[in-house]
């Protein structure tokens, strides 16, 4: 039998939207829930990681699909930084698992294009840092494209590619 807790976090994982969740986002859902009154984030972390239905993530950077340049720059600019888990039987084809990272990323270019529409008039490096930050954002997202669509290829060379991207 497995305990409340990580029988909850399954639940959750199983149920998201994303394959690839924030550690620390499930871990403030089971705080909110009232599971977690005795365990820290690092004791959370140390359960799921000895529990086998969980994959635990250094962050997207770690993503093995990625190149190793794209992995490097994932880190540098703190894209999905943080540690991320799933649920090892969602991972199944790595396609899904990239597809999942690319939603990330395009989820954080909506809250950087937003910053960008809100940053403060008077104070240029606030800008510049925000329009590197959305320049990356945009070269990430057009690597991790052609990340999926090689690999979609290269899984089958002879079918058409079928892959929803959800409209993005």
């Known amino acids: 039998m497995r305990d409340p807790i990580t029988a909850r976090a399954a639940q959750i994982l199983a149920q998201s ?41 250094g962050g997207l950077e770690e993503l093995e699909v990625f ?25 199944t084809e790595p396609a899904l698992v990239i597809q999942d990272a690319l939603i990330h990323l395009y989820e954080m270019n909506a809250a950087l294009e ?23 954002s945009d070269m990430l997202a057009r690597e991790i494209e052609g990340a999926l669509h090689v690999y979609a290829e290269a899984e089958a060379p002879s079918a058409p590619n079928t892959l929803d991207l959800g409209g993005m």
């Open 114 to 136: 937003s910053a960008w529409k809100e940053r403060p008039a008077d104070d240029p490096e606030a800008e510049a840092e925000l329009l590197q930050m959305l320049l990356m």
């Open 67 to 91: 190149s190793s340049l794209l992995r490097a720059e994932l880190e540098v600019q703190g894209f999905g930084s943080g540690p991320l888990v799933m649920l090892r039987h969602r991972a």
């Open 17 to 57: 939207q994303h394959i690839l969740v924030s550690v620390v986002d499930l871990y403030n859902s089971l705080v909110a829930e009232g599971l977690m009154s005795r365990i820290d984030l690092d004791m959370f972390i140390y359960l799921i990681a000895s529990d086998s239905a969980f994959e635990i993530l």
